[in-house]
Nanobody, 114 residues
Framework: VQLQASGGGLVQPGGSLRLSCEASGNIFSFNTMNWYRQAPGKQRELVARIAQIGSTDYTNAVKGRFTISRDSTRNTVYLQMNSLSTDDTAVYFC?????????WGQGTQVTVSS
């Protein structure tokens, strides 16, 4: 499977971005579709995930600000990011998980700066 992430960029604090992750296959083939991020000098962390049944989960730092969603007709998963802060600056990666196997897309850079 190939995952193509897009939508990153430069945004001011308090701004919004929407990331997209288009999969080459059916996103319902996977147990979860996930967004991770990695900031400079830090480990990669799970930001948000959406399960096959549609349940969602978020890391505490983004709860109430980020929303993960999907469009099955487009095999695409989105990450709507609002109220961005400089702490959200990172490379964001799309990920698909199936029975402990992980598939990764290329990262997309999100920079929050005034």
């Amino acid at each position: 499977v190939q995952l193509q992430a897009s939508g990153g960029g430069l945004v001011q604090p308090g701004g919004s971005l929407r990331l997209s992750c288009e999969a080459s296959g059916n996103i319902f083939s996977f147990n979860t579709m996930n967004w991770y991020r990695q900031a400079p000098g830090k480990q990669r962390e799970l930001v948000a995930r959406i399960a096959q049944i549609g349940s969602t989960d978020y890391t505490n730092a983004v709860k109430g600000r980020f929303t993960i969603s999907r469009d099955s007709t487009r095999n695409t998963v989105y990450l709507q990011m609002n109220s961005l802060s400089t702490d959200d600056t990172a490379v964001y990666f799309c990920n698909a998980e199936l029975r402990a196997l992980h598939f990764w897309g290329q990262g997309t850079q999100v920079t929050v700066s005034s």
